[in-house]
């Protein structure tokens, strides 16, 4: 190939360069961002509430993906949802599926040459922000103007990669990546954890591709490891998570690992076959046209999907044998059937007992690491513990909505107490988790002011931590048996409880006079002695309504 002498205005092209990623990146993160506050909080229930199966997960992973126009996004929402143990991970797995196909809409719409439109576009979405107040419609208008700057961007950008092609040693370079594929596939992965966009990296991508400068099988190969890439953002959301959330990321980064080996050991009759596609069925110029980039994103992700959904359960097994859980809360797979709301509320109310004993469960843990936290500084048992506040919170959400649903159906009166029982003891196993989180935050002003903790006051917590291990134990047990004696127990320590209170409070207030422990000290213990008083309450209430046939308590559950 004879290459003629070539005069660049380097100031003019990288500025083009430079600025036009600038204008692409930032267009790409306003629309993703705005769409994700036009959807709110609809996405998680979204996601929460039509997984139940794979082949659902994955086209609700794909309308989510399409929404905010970015699989790690919505691979990132996943983990955060099995962390709070609102989604199992064989759910999170279709969801996971369906996003590696919805992050390609992105690549579809830049292959459909709307840059001719970018300046229309951003000032239909400026008019929007400057002439309107509302502000879902300023959102819309930011989704709009993000959407004009991404093909703006690719358009400054494309005029000065056409003037780099031309160089000898930016062509010849570009050429290397079709003689070996391997280092096309580095190249797409470096690039889009530089950039934690596989979106905006293929987007690079197919604009460098139209100026002809990028054989098709080294543009293939930058596909593949671009789909490694996006994984990264995963992993970073997975970091510090319960192991559940680990095997989610895990399962992102073994989709697309299968899928970029199986391509590249195939990739020459797979080059064949997108340049088939592209020619045949769009009737484009294959070798410079930015839609066979699209169609070689899109073929990788729906090919994987069709091949790897039939090994779902063999995945969960492997990244559970990977990832073991280690020292930390477990989490059944409590999944509250929605086809028992039809069928039986006796078997429906059934099911939310088994999914609040869970609950308790992890408040138990929840517990243990806040004693633990209490007298020793340990950062670990204050994450695992600020981690079952979460949990607890998510699993609250989730059980209340589904006994409301309950509710709505034709009830007995049997149905309507248990179902108003349920409901108070998810309340109170809520409350007992943030008095909870309220310990765990004193201790932690504690260790960060340097305040020593009392000889007797240390033992005086202990005596009171160990009543209440017991009573959430028993209070727990009452619950999941049934058991009147063991209610009974706890009602009748209740007064216990509250004298000791008393004592330890009396015994503190005499150390304040004596001067024998600091001001500082002073004012955590009080608080810390109120919230534990708290918990007993709450322990109480949960045995309550075991001791008694019928609903107790005046508040409106609803």
Not at 58 to 66: L, R
Not at 271 to 293: C, H, P
């Amino acid at each position: 190939m004879i290459f003629l002498e070539v005069v660049i205005d380097w100031k003019w092209t990288i500025f083009h360069i430079l600025g036009g990623l600038g204008i692409f990146l930032f267009g790409i993160n306003m629309m993703g961002e705005s769409l994700k506050k036009i959807a709110g909080k609809k996405l998680k229930i979204i996601l929460e509430k039509t997984t139940n199966t794979p082949v659902k997960g994955i086209f609700v992973g794909i309308i989510v993906t399409g929404l905010i126009q970015s699989s790690s996004g919505t691979t990132v929402l996943v983990v955060g949802l099995v962390r709070a143990g609102l989604m199992t991970l064989p759910q999170a797995v279709g969801v996971i599926f369906g996003a590696n196909i919805g992050t390609t809409i992105t690549s579809v719409l830049i292959g459909l040459k709307i840059s001719a439109y970018a300046l229309p576009i951003m000032f239909v979405g400026s008019s929007l922000i400057f002439f309107f107040q509302r502000k879902k419609i300023k959102d819309i208008g930011r989704t709009i103007l993000g959407f004009g700057m991404l093909f703006f961007g690719l358009e400054i950008m494309g005029d000065a990669l056409k003037q780099l092609v031309k160089l000898p040693e930016f062509a010849s370079m570009l050429l290397s990546v079709a003689h070996y594929p391997i280092l096309g596939v580095l190249v797409g992965f470096a690039t889009t954890i530089l950039v934690q966009s596989s979106s905006a990296t293929i987007g690079l991508l197919q604009q460098l591709y139209t100026t002809g400068g990028i054989p098709l099988i080294g543009a293939v190969a930058i596909v593949l490891g671009d789909n490694i890439g996006t994984t990264i953002t995963s992993i970073i959301a997975s970091i510090g998570a319960p192991s559940a959330a680990k095997r989610s990321a895990a399962i992102h980064v073994l989709f697309n690992t299968i899928g970029t080996i199986i391509f590249f050991i195939l990739i020459k009759p797979y080059t064949a076959l997108v340049a088939f596609i592209s020619e045949g069925v769009f009737g484009v110029d294959y070798l410079t046209d930015r839609m066979t980039v699209s169609v070689a994103h899109v073929l990788f992700n729906v090919i994987t999907v069709l091949i790897l959904i039939w090994f779902v359960k063999q995945m969960v097994w492997l990244v559970t044998k990977l990832i073991p859980s280690k020292n930390e809360v477990q989490i059944d797979d409590i999944v509250l059937d929605e086809t028992l709301l039809k069928r039986s509320s006796v078997l429906a109310l059934e099911n939310t007992k088994k999914a609040i004993i869970n609950m308790g469960n992890v408040a138990r843990a929840m517990f243990e690491y806040t004693y633990d936290y209490s007298f020793e500084n340990n950062h670990k048992n204050f994450e695992m513990g600020m981690q079952c506040e979460e949990i607890i919170d998510g699993l609250d959400d989730k059980i209340h909505n589904f006994l409301v649903r309950i509710g709505a159906g034709d009830l007995g009166k049997y149905e309507m107490t248990e179902m108003a029982k349920q409901i108070d003891t998810i309340s109170d196993l809520e409350r007992i988790g943030d008095h909870l989180t309220n310990l765990i935050e004193f201790f932690e002003e504690r260790y960060t002011q340097k305040i020593d903790l009392h000889p007797e006051a240390k033992a005086d917590l202990i005596d009171l931590y160990t009543l209440l291990r017991k009573t959430l134990h028993q209070a727990l047990q009452a619950f999941e048996t049934h058991d009147i004696d063991i209610a009974t127990e706890v009602n009748v320590r209740e007064n216990e409880l509250d004298k000791l209170v008393k004592k330890y409070r009396k015994n503190h207030i005499t150390r304040i006079n004596d001067k024998t422990c600091s001001e500082t000290e002073a004012g955590f213990y009080v608080d810390i002695l109120s919230n534990m008083e708290r918990i007993g309450d709450h322990c109480n209430n949960m045995v309550v309504n075991v001791l008694s046939e019928s609903y107790t308590h005046d508040d409106n559950f609803f």
